[in-house]
């Protein structure tokens, strides 16, 4: 009896020791966080997923999302905010259907809410909506961003003040069909037939002093591996699909992302915002569900002390593809500013 009993108290410690992250919210299905620290309070921007009855294909078209849901704590693990509806499809002038992982950033007290959007042409755009709140409601200016195309922004603000953009996904998020500069409805066969050629490339590009358009040509990131060499199309463990992010540690730029059908979180490093990066390794393991979608952000406690946070989603709530939620656990990093794998 006395064995079973350490058993069992041993079971219970090892289980609270390693308790896995749950759901932020449970009320709605989230995906896609994007957050970042605004008024001492953590902010993140989400997909707001729905059950829309789109049956699932390639092109994503079951992720029919209508609007955002911005949610808010005061600390990790602290109670969340849902702030309600922040911005909805009707009210965006110049957008058709889904509403895909957003972004925010600031400036001078303006919030700006970057998001993508199928236009009436069912080409996917980046629109951007401001607000005097991190929280909103959102005013969507009236055209996407000039220049703008396919998925997934990520603002990025380095330390000198100066704002870029990483964006882009392919397949369902369109990128594929942009490698000419111009939109091609067959597009690019790199990804899945063309093994031996330099992946489909994700884009980045600096913003204007608004905030509001693109101030330089679309640049493609080059994504090389730790020989140097261009990362190829077949390299599905390693190539750029989707699901972008930026953070600066020590210095050093790092560009992470999905790999999309690989369904790895991965990240690469740099000297300089524009690139090139080198290829470093995973730092999550696929979660469940098809998509894997990311934002790191560094948070400090009361006292002080910070911490690296990897914001997340999976589908533990429906067991459903399109019907995530988000969560979030600690990123922990080696001596030499490498990640440390995280297996979710
Ligand atoms: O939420 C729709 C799409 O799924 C996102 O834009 C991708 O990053 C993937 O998470």
Known sequence: FRFLCGLFLLTIGYSYGQSAPQPLVS???????????FEGKIYIYPSHDIEAHVAEDDEGGHFNMQDYHILSMKHIGGKVTDHGMALALQDIPWAGRQLWAP??????????????????????????????????PFKAEPKPIEGSYSIDPAVFTDTDGSSYMYFGGIWGGQLQRWETGQYEAGGS???????????????????TVDMKQF??????????????????????????????????????????????????????TSDSPYGPFTYQG?????????TTHHSIVEIKDKKKESKW????????????????????????RNPDGSIQTINP
């Open 27 to 37: 009320h709605i299905y989230t995906a896609d966080p994007s957050a970042h620290v």
């Open 103 to 136: 972004d925010a950033a600031t400036k001078n007290g303006t919030y700006y809410l970057y998001f993508p959007a199928k236009d009436q042409d069912d080409v996917f755009r980046i629109g951007v909506a401001t607000s005097t709140s991190p929280s909103g």
């Open 189 to 207: 066969k790199t990804d899945l037939e063309n093994d031996q050629a330099p992946a489909i490339a994700p884009r980045m590009v600096r913003l």
């Open 215 to 268: 101030a330089e040509p679309v640049r493609k990131i080059v994504l090389l591996d730790p020989e140097g060499r261009p990362l190829l199309g077949g390299d599905h463990d390693r190539r750029f699909f989707e699901g972008a992010w930026m953070h600066k540690y020590q210095d050093k730029y790092y560009f992470s992302y999905s790999t999309g059908d690989t369904h790895l979180l991965a990240y690469a």
């Open 282 to 290: 995973v730092l999550m393991e696929p979660v469940t569900g098809w």
């Open 309 to 332: 946070y990897i914001f997340y989603h999976d589908v533990q709530l429906s067991g459903k593809t399109h019907l995530r939620n988000v969560k979030v656990r600690e990123l922990k």
